[in-house]
């Protein structure tokens, strides 16, 4: 059963961050996402088989057991449809990260409630979401992190910066496997959960 409500909580966390970015696009102006069929909450319109399926599997058996990492299809943006493109990205960026933190939230609230047979996997859910929310700030393209940096850079530098992106996915995998997870981030989660949340656990 735990199991079972792990999987949905995962997808659903990887959905709504995905749906988060589309939404806030389709607000600021840009209807990209409406119209490619991304602005729902149907996973199966988010799944990427790689990403979402393989990738995970991969870095979980290199991080040995320690971090899943993965993706979900990227969401189209446009942001040449937004009023002030630089400006609006960020938000577009934060909200994915943001959706993931408030969802961490309404799940801790549910586990204060108790209910036994769903708190493993609730905790697992705080978890995800935090890790989700967090990764996806670090400022390495194409991570949400690095269309918050480029759109306070001056545009002399955020345009070499994101060009940066076709290295990304290396960088990620080297930080994965150099221990930067297992010394930095997980550190972080677990004192978010502990602290702030008062999700008593370590990982």
């Known amino acids: 059963m735990t199991i079972i409500f792990f999987i949905i909580i995962l997808f659903l966390s990887i959905t709504i961050h995905e749906f988060a970015h ?26 990427d088989p790689f990403g979402t399926v393989v990738l995970p599997i991969l870095t979980l058996i290199i991080s040995r057991g320690l971090f899943p990492f993965g993706y979900a299809k990227p969401v189209p943006i446009n942001p040449y449809n937004f009023k002030n493109p630089k400006k609006d990205i960020r938000w577009v960026g934060l909200a994915g990260p943001g959706i993931n933190i408030i969802f961490a939230i309404i799940l801790t609230l549910i586990i204060k409630l108790n209910i036994s047979f769903l708190q493993d996997a609730l905790k697992l859910g705080v978890l995800i979401n935090l890790i989700l929310a967090i990764f996806n700030l670090i400022p390495i393209p194409p991570l949400d992190g690095s269309k918050i940096l480029a759109s306070l850079l001056p545009n002399k530098y955020s345009y070499p910066y994101l060009k940066m992106e076709k290295y990304g996915f290396l960088i990620i995998i080297f930080l994965i496997m150099s221990g930067f997870i297992k010394w930095f981030l997980i550190p972080l989660v677990n004192m978010i959960a502990n602290n702030i949340l008062g999700i008593n656990f370590i990982i």
Not at 31 to 43: I, V, Y
């Open 22 to 47: 589309g939404w806030i696009a389709y607000k600021l102006g840009d209807l990209t996402a409406k119209h490619s069929g991304r602005l729902t909450l149907n996973p199966l319109a988010h799944i």
